[in-house]
Structures are given as structure tokens and as C-alpha cells.
T-cell receptor, first 113, second 110 residues
Framework: DSGVTQTPKHLITATGQRVTLRCSPR?????VYWYQQSLDQGLQFLIQ???????AKGNILERFSAQQFPDLHSELNLSSLELGDSALYFC????????????FGSGTQLSVL | SQQGEEDPQALSIQEGENATMNCSYK?????LQWYRQNSGRGLVHLIL?????REKHSGRLRVTLDTSKKSSSLLITASRAADTASYFC??????????FGKGTHLIIQP
């Protein structure tokens, strides 16, 4: 158990809908990261937050947004969903920055039908 | 965009043999990390090697780093069935975030 909790584990929704994925980092970790994993794109870095502020941005679509709350949990919002958004979404956390080892949650499997 | 690329994409060996996988990266690094992922599960950190290190060991794992060639290798000795997984290198960090390659899928045949 990595100590990173992601909910829900599975999500099935329709095109055009909006969903929210939730992540609770390991106790004491200040950084949260979001990744998208699909067969064709591999593991894509989306965004990183550190202590409530955006720290780094990757290949995150404009339809996607994220935030980190004062209690350090994070949410990833995906809107106007398309079939191609179907993927495994991982949250990870680290004590401080991305030059340390990351602890990954077990992921949210999103299926857009 | 992927910072690192693993090679080979897939590797199948017999239990007890050694497995070697390679990673090439594009820009200068502070450190390079290796992770393992069992099918459909979260990634697990294996080892981190800093840019001023050339080799590092952890149990049956040996990682090398050649910054002049922008490459790293992960060696798993005396492989076991439980080593069957995908292995990823990760590099970068900073404003571009920590990025992963597409991984090497390792299959250990009993």
C-alpha cells in the first residue's frame, strides 16, 4: 500500500459528461501529480501541485482542470468527455518536488462510452 | 511528450536469467528513476540514481547511468516469475514535470 488513495476505482460515463477524480496523498506529502495512461499514449504527465499551487504542467487538455485543496487532497476534473479520454488516471505524491521518488495510487479507470 | 524511451519494448526470458533494459533520455537531468508496474496497477518506485552517480545497486537491481550518452540501464539478476511487469524510466522534473517512457514489458517464463 503506497498510502495514496484514489477514488473512485472505476468510472463509466457517456461522451459530453463531466467527472471528478479524487486523490488523497500520503500523509506529509506536499506534492500531488496527475498522470494519464493509455495503450497508445503511454504514461502522460498532466499536472503537478505543490502545497496548493500549480508547480508544473504537462500535456493537460483545456477540458481538464485540477486543484489541490488546503488539506492537500486533489481533484482532477474532466469535462466534455470524449471517447479518447478513456484511460487509467493515476495520482502520485511526493514529499516535496518531482526530483524525488513518487508514490502512486492504484488509479481510476475511466471508460467513456 | 516523453522524456525517456525504454528499449526493448518487450523482453521474455527464462526464470533465473538476467534481464537488462535500457533507457535513453533527451535533456540534462538531475536524477533518473526506475519504476515497476504490475498489470493495471499503480507504479512502484524501484531506484533513483543521481546525475553524479554512475552505478547503483539495490538487492537484485543494478542501475547504471551514462550522462554523456544520455542513457541508463536496469539489470535484474536471477529473475523470478514475480518480476513479470512493465518497467519505466522517469526523468525531468522541474517545470516540465517528471516524465516517463513507454516502458519495457518483461515476461519471466517459469
Amino acid at each position: 500500500d503506497s498510502g495514496v488513495t484514489q477514488t473512485p476505482k472505476h468510472l463509466i460515463t457517456a461522451t459530453g459528461q463531466r467527472v471528478t477524480l479524487r486523490c488523497s496523498p500520503r500523509s506529509g506529502d506536499l506534492s500531488v501529480y496527475w498522470y494519464q495512461q493509455s495503450l497508445d499514449q503511454g504514461l502522460q504527465f498532466l499536472i503537478q501541485y505543490y502545497n496548493g499551487e500549480e508547480r508544473a504542467k504537462g500535456n493537460i487538455l483545456e477540458r481538464f482542470s485540477a486543484q489541490q485543496f488546503p488539506d492537500l487532497h486533489s481533484e482532477l476534473n474532466l469535462s466534455s468527455l470524449e471517447l479518447g479520454d478513456s484511460a487509467l488516471y493515476f495520482c502520485a505524491s511526493s514529499l516535496a518536488g518531482s526530483r524525488e521518488k513518487l508514490f502512486f495510487g492504484s488509479g481510476t479507470q475511466l471508460s467513456v462510452l | 511528450s516523453q522524456q525517456g524511451e525504454e528499449d526493448p519494448q518487450a523482453l521474455s526470458i527464462q526464470e533465473g536469467e538476467n534481464a537488462t533494459m535500457n533507457c535513453s533520455y533527451k535533456t540534462s537531468i538531475n536524477n533518473l528513476q526506475w519504476y515497476r508496474q504490475n498489470s493495471g496497477r499503480g507504479l512502484v518506485h524501484l531506484i533513483l540514481i543521481r546525475s553524479n552517480e554512475r552505478e547503483k545497486h539495490s538487492g537484485r537491481l543494478r542501475v547504471t547511468l551514462d550522462t554523456s550518452k544520455k542513457s541508463s540501464s536496469l539489470l535484474i539478476t536471477a529473475s523470478r516469475a514475480a518480476d513479470t511487469a512493465s518497467y519505466f524510466c522517469a526523468s525531468g522534473g522541474g517545470a516540465d514535470g517528471l516524465t516517463f517512457g513507454k516502458g519495457t514489458h518483461l515476461i519471466i517464463q517459469p
